[in-house]
């Protein structure tokens, strides 16, 4: 609960602050408040804040597994497990620019933009209003020294899918506001559900197989052909996976971007044919194409503000992690390792 004031203020400055010096990278501790001349007004600073009526986290559990013996040494097994969280930790901007015109009434010709609370800047709230679920199904096949061939393999296959309005508390995913993208905490902490959507980290499809084959040469012979031939074994290991979901945000009309509060999600102006990444194209030195999107919608949301960042949000704004990144595939080749 650092950053309360007034023991702790944290100070945006931006440049042309009234009697304030052009910001410059300097190495004095006052940073741009050094050489000043006369007093300077400290500027609104944010405000963190506990919710006094917070929740304890929870999350419950249930599993399943069916196994039969379909071959000697070989095993099926069906596995599922599942999660359901409620009342998680999340954070959550409270005091948005503009937050005054759409919820207070403020006169947006007159005042311009104001904030519901102008003695702050952000207040940025920790609560217990995130959600999650998690159901995944694992296929195992597991056989040890296969027809006596000395070869013994163990392949999964998982599907599994998980959902949440908030990945991580405190947004320092890659979604997360902290990398200079989407929001702090949910597009509109009134309601969460808006930001339902596959977790940060979900991924659909999974697989992983790995032979380990103990080579019989030399297995049975003595001395020094026994020592240094015999008790081989290879072991290689392949993995695949789906890649993982992103959102697209669109700060065209957001009066919050790049601080992280309320900005939307991207609005295609046309049906969108593909949500999975292709194969990326050169366009230039650092720039890759790889999603082809319609435009998105050229209006504002809120016409008298100018800005979308209070809504009322389209159905047709893309939901939270609507789109897939590249799979993965990586394989390690059959390696000798000594049975010793």
Same mark, same amino acid.
Not at 159 to 179: E, R, V
Not at 181 to 201: A, E, K, T, V
Not at 224 to 251: C, K, M, N, Y
């Given at each position: ?44 600073? @944010? ?115 998980? %959902?949440?309005?908030? @990945?991580? %508390? ?7 506001? @902290? ?71 669109? %700060? ?65 704004? %893309? ?22």
């Amino acid at each position: 609960m650092i950053q309360n004031p007034p023991n702790y203020a944290s100070v945006q400055i931006q440049e042309g602050t009234p009697g304030l010096p052009p910001i410059t990278v300097t190495t004095d501790n006052l940073g741009p408040f050094a050489g000043s001349a006369g007093t300077v007004p400290l500027r609104p600073s @944010s405000l963190r804040h506990v919710d006094q009526n917070i929740n304890t986290a929870q999350t419950q559990f249930a599993s399943l597994a069916i196994e039969r013996q379909i071959a000697r040494n070989t095993v099926l097994a069906l596995e599922w497990s599942g999660a359901h969280g409620i009342h998680l930790y999340d954070i959550s901007a409270r005091n948005p620019i503009g937050g005054g015109n759409a919820y207070l009434g403020d006169d947006f010709a007159s005042l311009g933009l104001t904030r519901v609370n102008d003695q702050y800047t952000g207040i940025n709230t920790r609560g217990s209003n995130g959600a999650s679920h998690y159901s995944g199904l694992n296929i195992r096949l597991q056989s040890q020294n296969l027809h006596n061939t000395g070869l013994s393999l163990t392949a999964n296959y998982t599907w599994a899918h998980s %959902t949440d309005d908030l @990945s991580s %508390t405190f947004s320092d995913s890659t979604q997360g506001a @902290s990398n200079g993208i989407g929001n702090l905490g949910y597009l509109d902490p009134r309601n969460p559900r808006l930001d339902w959507g596959s977790s940060d980290f979900d991924i659909r499809h999974r697989l992983s197989v790995s032979p380990i084959y103990e080579v019989p040469f030399f297995k049975n012979s003595r001395g020094f052909a026994r020592q240094a031939l015999g008790g081989w074994t290879l072991v290689g290991i392949f993995t695949a996976r789906t890649g993982t979901p992103f959102s697209i945000f669109d %700060t065209n009309f957001s009066a919050n971007a790049p601080s992280g509060a309320g900005i939307p999600r991207y609005v295609p102006s046309a049906t969108i044919t593909s949500k999975n990444s292709g194969t990326p194209v050169n366009m230039g030195p650092n720039n890759y194409s790889v999603l082809n999107l319609p435009a998105a919608n050229s209006f504002p949301f809120n016409s008298t503000l100018g800005v979308s960042d209070f809504g009322p949000f389209p159905a047709t704004m %893309t939901t939270r992690n609507a789109f897939a990144g590249w799979g993965r595939g990586t394989s390690t080749r059959l390696l000798p390792n000594p049975l010793r």
